[in-house]
């Protein structure tokens, strides 16, 4: 595969990439494994979105993991897996392994009715088997969808019903810190709202007592003990699904992001390759959760398809003490370190007295995932992990791009603090203003827009494409929106700013701020909330409601109480920051409420409120304000 060597070789395929697009990602697909070569490479229309790359070519994206690794890596390590407490047995599985694992499990699918295009629900902790599970999915045909396992059972069901799973995979529990978590019983719960679900593979975890349901639920060790260590992949067509990512929106429900089968396996290996300029004894370190598009693309599909060596992290970064990171870098002279801003800032919170017994002199390349990182957090970061002589490559994308978008390239792209930088080739953004014409130049600033597709970019919003439609397409003809601002400097790099859309990015994960309020709301003495961001020192962005009550408890007693709804129906990630009862909310005369203005308050920013006159309650603001420094 293309590799990227220099600045100038980077300029060099960017500009091929622009004049012929076809051609450029033609020559990269052409070093995988085909069962039918495509017939063309590219058939798009942003209006009606509908995009095919690759048109008819037949493939297996495990054969590009396995059959075409396995002859020359197949004693290789594959995945390292680190548990959760560090006096458990790390686990080494070479490709050899791996493979033979995945095709178990691909078999034990295969006995319980799974078959191609089937949905399977992964609910699962940091261990080996989620990514056996997502490979064995693929390997067979089935579209496997991974919930992260802290989301609740309302959550969990949601996803199972929009999918119309008929499996899911789970542990009996979950080690997290020193927390034990129980696994099993939410899905169990989650399953009295499903009817789709027809079996239940239960893996061995934490050893904790579970209910088995006769006939529906398996142990995992049951279903691939004496099975066959071969299975022959089932082909597919490269527009084929490969798997559903939930993620949330401005609107309350969930959306299924759906990616296919060929353009992400492209995608996935070219972006891993380039950004983290992996070389073939590296050691390469995503402490991302499987359960984010970050875990899918580089923990598991990016890495294994370029023949890397990836680790897989259980715990937590503070546990059992806050070197916990540190301490696995120095364990397996890891060379590419990639984590979120939000770990990051957390860490550096301790100061520099945790890094005082580690080298970290192993490490080659550091990355930051999941949000814009601060300029303080940048600093800190690259001096003091990467000992000023690292690369940090800045990564913005998203789960509908399936692959890193825009980012320096590691040694290569110029270092600049808090800038995602270039776009990598194949990818054609556009800043726009709010109408839509586009910003020539330099220093401009508007809405980030992308105006070609590229392999990995998402097909659909599983059961809904309008709405895939609506979101993405319908904001700025015949462009891709993001939902982000962004800046492009003097020197032509681009800075990220955030969400422009009511989308909530917490510690890296989006949170759709409808799907907060509509969890808010299920509290009976709730009238109405509204939840908008605001700068958290360590989150990024944390919660902030606004919520109006019909209650003659106490404030204190109704906020925890609103907290714990929040973390029943969507999970702890998503529980408010901060809760303000308010009497009212500034609405405008049609009853719109302006978030502009609590988004205001909520960040301390009294001066820049706008007209409030026009509004059908101003006196409420001055309310709000006042309630706020409470």
């Not at 064995?136 to 802290?150: D, I």
């Not at 916990?324 to 007295?353: C, S």
């Not at 409120?609 to 420094?629: A, M």
């Amino acid at each position: 595969m293309q590799r990227i060597t220099s600045l100038s070789d980077y300029f060099k395929k960017y500009e091929q990439s622009e004049k012929d697009p076809e051609k450029f990602w033609s020559e990269i697909a052409d070093t995988f494994i085909w069962k039918k070569k495509w017939d063309k490479v590219l058939d798009w229309n942003f209006e009606s979105v509908d995009i095919k790359w690759f048109k008819n070519a037949k493939l297996n994206i495990t054969e590009n993991i396995f059959e075409r690794n396995l002859k020359d890596r197949g004693d290789k390590t594959a995945i390292i897996w680190e548990p959760n407490d560090p006096t458990e047995s790390s686990i080494h599985l070479t490709y050899n392994e791996l493979y033979e694992e995945t095709c178990k499990f691909s078999n034990a699918l295969r006995d319980k009715g799974i078959k191609k295009g089937d949905r399977v629900i992964i609910y699962m902790p940091m261990v080996p088997e989620a990514a056996i599970a997502m490979l064995a999915c693929a390997r067979v045909g089935a579209v496997h969808s991974v919930v992260f396992a802290g989301f609740s059972s309302t959550s969990l069901a949601d996803r199972i019903n929009d999918c119309q799973a008929k499996m899911i995979l789970t542990s009996d529990g979950n080690f997290r810190g020193n927390k034990t978590i129980p696994v099993k019983p939410v899905v169990d719960e989650a399953l009295e709202k499903c009817s789709t679900i027809e079996s239940v593979i239960v893996l061995e975890r934490t050893k904790q007592k579970v209910n088995m349901t006769e006939g529906r639920d398996y142990w995992w060790h049951d279903c691939i003990n004496g099975i066959s260590s071969q299975c022959a992949p089932e082909i597919l067509d490269s527009e084929d699904m490969l798997f559903i990512l939930y993620t949330s929106g401005s609107t309350g429900k969930p959306k299924g992001v759906v990616h296919s089968s060929a353009g992400y396996m492209v995608y996935s290996a070219y972006t891993f390759l380039n950004v983290f300029q992996y070389d073939e004894n590296d050691i390469y370190w995503c402490t991302a959760d499987v359960g984010w598009i970050t875990g899918h693309s580089y923990i598991v599909y990016g890495p294994l398809l370029c023949g890397a060596t990836s680790v897989m992290f259980e715990g937590v970064p503070t546990f059992p003490n806050v070197s916990r990171f540190w301490d696995v870098v120095d364990k397996y002279k890891v060379n590419q370190f990639y984590t979120a801003p939000t770990a990051i800032r957390a860490l550096q919170a301790h100061g520099l007295e945790p890094l005082k017994n580690n080298s970290l002199e192993s490490l080659k390349v550091i990355g930051s995932v999941g949000e814009p990182i601060n300029e303080e957090a940048w600093h800190w970061y690259h001096d003091n992990i990467g000992k000023g002589n690292c690369p940090l490559v800045d990564t913005w994308w998203q789960t509908e791009t399936g692959g890193i978008m825009i980012s320096a390239l590691a040694g290569i792209t110029p270092n600049k603090p808090a800038h995602a930088s270039l776009p990598l080739p194949g990818i054609q953004p556009v800043i726009v203003d709010s109408d839509g014409n586009e910003l020539i130049g330099n220093n401009v600033q508007g809405n980030l827009c992308v105006k070609f597709p590229w392999p990995s970019i998402l097909r659909t919003t599983y059961g809904d494409h309008q709405r895939c439609i609506n979101t993405y397409f319908s904001h700025y003809k015949g462009m891709y929106f993001t939902g982000d601002g962004v800046k492009r400097d003097h020197d032509g790099y681009l800075r990220i700013l955030g969400r422009v859309d009511d989308v909530i990015n917490v510690s890296g994960h989006r949170m759709g701020t409808a799907e907060v309020e509509n969890a808010i709301n299920e509290h009976e003495e709730v009238i109405e909330s509204a939840v908008v961001g605001y700068p958290h020192e360590i989150k990024g962005e944390g919660i902030y409601a606004y919520v109006i009550v019909n209650s003659k408890s106490s404030d204190d007693l109704i906020k925890k109480e609103i907290t714990d709804v929040v973390r029943r129906v969507i999970g702890p990630i998503a529980k408010p920051d901060k809760i303000q009862i308010v009497s009212g909310l500034p609405k405008t005369r049609s009853g719109k409420i302006m978030r502009r203005i609590l988004r205001k308050v909520a960040s301390n920013d009294f001066d820049n409120l706008g007209d409030t006159s026009t509004l059908l309650n101003p006196d409420v603001v001055d309310e709000i304000i006042k309630g706020s420094s409470n």
